[in-house]
Nanobody, 124 residues
Framework: QVQLVESGGGLVQAGGSLRLSCAAS????????MGWFRQAPGLEREFVAV????????YYADSVKGRFTISRDNAKNTVYLQMNSLNPEETAVYYC?????????????????WGQGTQVTVSS
């Protein structure tokens, strides 16, 4: 079992930045690839970024490439999402998730564990 707790969400102006954190319980954090997803009201949950177990492999949604950075600290059981140049269309609840596959996946259905989410609101 892995329990995930996100933090760092809030209200930011368009063009601003936020750093999300996701703290994981348990001693097997390094056995999981970690992903970030987001869900806006009335829309489906969408993939944002994923990082492999060791941190060397990362994938990003095209819409966030060059602006968002995913990273992890296995010693602290924490994964981060640095978000820069945010725009109002990125207002959503942001979720972190864990999955045990060797090759990181972008599909939400492949993830076994999810956090409760943190709200990010970008004002225009």
């Amino acid at each position: 079992q892995v329990q995930l707790v996100e933090s760092g969400g809030g209200l930011v102006q368009a063009g601003g930045s936020l750093r999300l954190s996701c703290a994981a319980s348990g001693r097997t954090f390094s056995s999981y690839s970690m992903g970030w997803f987001r869900q806006a009201p009335g829309l489906e949950r969408e993939f944002v970024a994923v990082i492999g177990r060791s941190g060397y492999v990362t994938y990003y949604a095209d819409s966030v490439k060059g602006r968002f950075t995913i990273s992890r600290d296995n010693a602290k059981n924490t994964v981060y999402l640095q978000m820069n140049s945010l725009n109002p269309e990125e207002t959503a609840v942001y979720y972190c998730a864990a999955e045990p596959r060797v090759v990181p996946t972008t599909r939400s259905g492949d993830y076994d564990y999810w956090g409760q989410g943190t709200q990010v609101t970008v004002s225009s």
